[in-house]
């Protein structure tokens, strides 16, 4: 009976302690940063989209080119979307009878790494 009840004892500190290291993992991302330039008043409508050469672009099946044809603000968080790249934050720089700039940025969970 003694054995027995150490063997319960030491099963469920197993068992604790992997579920609370799991727990404490630290989930790493990569992030893009897009920018958009559109005229005002437009509508979504893109005038241009600049992607600078970024270390998370690395190894990915999506592409600069791919991206800087894009024609439309939906059309470019479709095509984020479906290669799995997470939408977090847009920032916009408005000046008057100037384009708008907007900083779009995603972000995709590292272990997964899948395009």
Do not use: C
Not at 15 to 30: F, G, H, P, R, T
Not at 97 to 105: D, G, K
């Amino acid at each position: 009976m003694k054995n027995f009840k150490i063997g319960i004892t030491v099963v469920l500190l197993v068992l604790i302690s992997i579920n609370k290291s799991v727990a404490q993992e630290i989930i790493k991302y990569d992030y893009i940063e897009v920018i958009v330039i559109q005229k005002m008043n437009n509508s979504g409508k893109i005038k241009r989209i600049k992607v600078e050469n970024q270390s998370s672009l690395e190894g990915k099946v999506i592409t600069i080119k791919e991206m800087e044809a894009i024609k439309g603000t939906s059309s470019l968080l479709n095509y984020m979307n479906s290669h799995n790249w997470e939408f977090i934050d847009r920032k916009a720089i408005t000046e008057i009878n100037n384009p708008i700039w907007m900083s779009y940025l995603f972000r995709k969970t590292k272990a997964f790494n899948l395009d």
